[in-house]
Structure formats: C-alpha cells, structure tokens
C-alpha cells in the first residue's frame, strides 16, 4: 500500500495544491464572462510588476549567469551528486535530450522567427537605429542570443543545482525550501515553505499554459496555411485535445520511458531540422548570421543585462523584463525536476549539460532560424510587417519556408515538431508539479503519481484553450509574469545559497 497514490483518495499536500487550482478555476471564468475587465486588470499589475523590478530582473539574471559561470570552473565542480557512490540514472545524451527538451518547451520554434522580426521592424528607442536597417538586424540579432542564451539558463540551472545538491545530500524532502538550507539552516518544514510551493506551483502552471498557448498558436496557424477554411476555434479546441490524450498515455510511462524517449525524439527532430534548413538555405549567409549574433551578443551583453542605456525604456520592459521574469516564474519548479534527474552526475556535468550545451544550442539555432527571417524580411520589409501586425507573430515562420521554396516539407515537419516539443515539457513539468503537490513522495523519486500529472496536464490544457479563445494568450502570459514577482526574490535567495556552497562546499554538501 506505500506506492498506491490515488488523487481521489488526497494523497495532496492541501495548502499546496487546493489555492492555486482555485485561483486558476477564478482566472478562467473571469477570463470567459469578463474578458476586458480581465484582462485590463491583470495588464495593469502586470506593467506595475514590470516597471517597478524591472531592474531587479535584469540585475539577478546578470549575477546568476556570473554565478553559472563562476561554478562550473570552480573546485565545486569535481563534487558528485548524491555522493561518491551515486550511480546516474540516464545516459548523458537521455539527459542533455530531456533537460533541453523540458527548457525550451516551444519557445524555439515560436519565437525563433518572430522575436527577431519584431526588434528588426520596431528597434528600441534607446538605439538609435532605423527600422529595417542593416544595423536594426545586427541588433535584433543580439537581442534575439541575449533572450535566449546564457543568462536564462543560468535561471534555470541555478536553482536546479542547488536543490540537487541539497535533495540528494540527506534532505529528501521535495520542497522548494530546502534550497534555502545554507542560508537558514535545517529548519523543519514550516508555513513559509509551503506558501513557497504553492506560488511556485501557480506560477509553473500559468506558464506552461502560456507555452501550450503558444503551441496551440503555433500549430493552428500551420493548419490555416494547409486548409484556410478551417474554423480557427473548432481547430484550437482538435488541436488541444490531441495534445491532451497524446500528453496522458506518455505521461503515465514515466521519465525512464515516455519522458526519455519523447525527448531523443524531439532532439533528433530539432537537429534534422536545423541541418536541412542549413543544406537548403544560402549556406554562407546563415553563418554570417550566426557569427553576427554571437559579436552582437557579447558586444551589447553588459548594456542589455544592466540597462545601461536601456532603463525605462518600453523595448525593455516588453522584452527583456518580460522573457526574464517568464523563465524566472518557470525555474523553482523546473529546478525541482532538474535536480531530481541529476543524481550521480558532478557539479561540472550539471552545468556543462544545464547551463553551457542547451544554451549554445539555443544560439545555434537562434541564429540559423532568425538570421534566414531577417534576410528575408530585408528584401521585403513590407509584406513581413502587413504579416506580423494583421496574421500575427505564428504566421512568420511558415512564411519563410513558403519564401524559401519549401513550405510543404518543412510546414508538415514543423508542425510535427511543435506538437512534439509541447507533449515533451508538458510531461518533465507535470512530473514536478505532481511531485510537490503530493502528500508522500515514494522511495523513488523517478516514480511520480500519474493521476496528478494528469490532474495538472488537463487543467492546464482547459485553462489555455479557454484563455485564448476568450481573452487572447496574453491573459496566461499575463499570469505567468505576475507569477515572477515573488520567484525574482526567491532565486535571490537561491543563489546567495548556491555563492555559500561555493565557497564552502565541504559544510553544505554532506555524502562526499
């Protein structure tokens, strides 16, 4: 009877999982029967939250990414997690495949030619560059690897490390509040961490609902292209469906099978891609591109990081602020399943395979998919603007595969893609929220209760499907920001934690 967990019997942590389910049940209706209210209400919070941390954001990402850095060359490093005589539980590319997987969810795939458009067609106002211009694409290229290179990960990788090394070093308790133990000792569990948990929970849950939106965006307007007589509602509501039954039978498989296997599927479907748009693209100015985004990166990585120039600036607040408090809301509870999968791997492995490989595969990427948009977008800025302010920002990749002569091929592939990438995050994400919501985690902390991740898949699914048909995406991403509020000041925390390993690793990490 010790591994029976049974949602209809509670076996759920009350105060963590029952506010945030309700909280999210209110966001729905509200959504549904007052949409303008909604959604004004929670933008206003959202842009109060925005302008007033913003520079919080910026500052904490900055030190978390000197912190990553600082770590994976450090003594710390040679540590192994859960001890000398830990043995890994997955091989290393089960692992790298799973940890990139979980991360980018679809944020690739969408914003890999979206984001990069947006800053080429409407430059910030603290650069002064002409939109469409030569420089504006430079930019947009550096911008585009600021958002999504070192600096997010080390969000994520951070907080995962640190509950690694502490889960895994004689406090077995899946709780958020054990990554705080540097800092406040071996206390018992208390209120505190259990409000910790349940902000968390909301946040992850808000966030994977703005992912999934994003995907079932992605997806439909793939659809629209092949069969533009579709209904786009009935086809959202097909589309989420799918995603929700495929999501269900992979998630009750677990992380050595579903998990694992969806995700090598996943990794080998971003690399084929990303080699055939390379063989079939104009081969040399891809890899202008991505050498220009690397310069740009690294040339503007200090001004974008600390708003140099960029404080108060509407281009920081909508981007920078807004993608960093979005992977901040996401990276205590991810870090929860991070963490777990790590166990018998170094401190250096960790981050080499958290932090510096998805991050370098991100810019690869990054630069493949965005340079090729924006040399494309240059030879006719025109019809690329009409397409993103009237079809909106899913429509801009399947129009680069029809400008480059193959948007049958790489329209069905991407399509298979998205769905893919969602089903894949949807699982590693529900895994963590199940795990914290439990009451009793099981001897193995690879075995999770399917009837909560289940529970959460199917909210989450409801809960964006619903937003975006009543209210638009911007409703979860609204949620999802506000959400990064309180994980801003916690992974504060967190990473002053991770500095007092560092520099003590012996008193902290116990096992050795």
Known sequence: ????????????????????????????FSSVFFPSVFIDTMRALQQSVLKNFSLGFSWVSFGMAILAAAVLFSPLGKYKIGGEKAVPRLSRISWFAIVLCTTIAVGILFWGSAEPLSHFLFPPDFKDFEPTSEAARSFALGALYFHWGFTPY??????????????????????????????IGRSPHSFWETGLDMISLFALVTGMAAALGAGILSLSGGFLAFFPEANPTLLTGLITLVILITFIISSSTGIEKGIKNLSLFNLAFFLLVAVLFVFLGEKMKIVDSIFTGFDQYFSNFTDLSLQLTGGGSSWTYDW?????????????????????????????????VNWFLPALF????????????????????????????????ESIVYQVFGDLGYFKVFGQVYILGIFVSYVTAADSSTDALASISMKKVGVDPFHTDNNLKVTWGVLIGFLSWIMI????????????????????????????????????????????
């Open 469 to 512: 048909t009543y209210s638009g995406v911007d409703g979860v991403r609204i949620l999802s920001v506000i959400g990064g509020l309180p994980a801003l000041f916690f992974l504060l925390l967190v990473s002053i934690s991770l500095f007092m390993i560092f520099l003590s690793p012996k008193k902290y990490i116990k096992d050795q």
């Open 362 to 393: 991100c810019l690869f990427w990054m630069g493949i998919f965005g340079g090729t948009t924006l040399d494309l977008a240059m030879l006719n800025p025109e019809k690329y603007s009409d397409l993103f302010l009237n079809s909106g920002p």
């Open 1 to 28: 009877m010790a591994h029976k967990f049974s949602f209809f019997q509670f076996n759920i942590r009350p105060w963590v999982f029952w506010p945030p389910f309700i909280l999210l049940i209110l966001a729905v």
């Open 320 to 352: 920078s602020t807004f993608n960093f408090a979005m992977w901040m809301a996401w990276a205590p509870m991810t870090a929860l399943f991070l963490g777990k999968i790590a166990v018998g791997r170094t401190v250096r492995e960790f981050m080499i």
């Open 154 to 183: 080390a969000i994520y990788a951070v907080p995962a490390l640190v509950f690694a090394l502490m889960y895994y070093s004689g406090q077995n308790q899946f709780s958020l509040g054990i990554m705080l133990r540097p800092i």
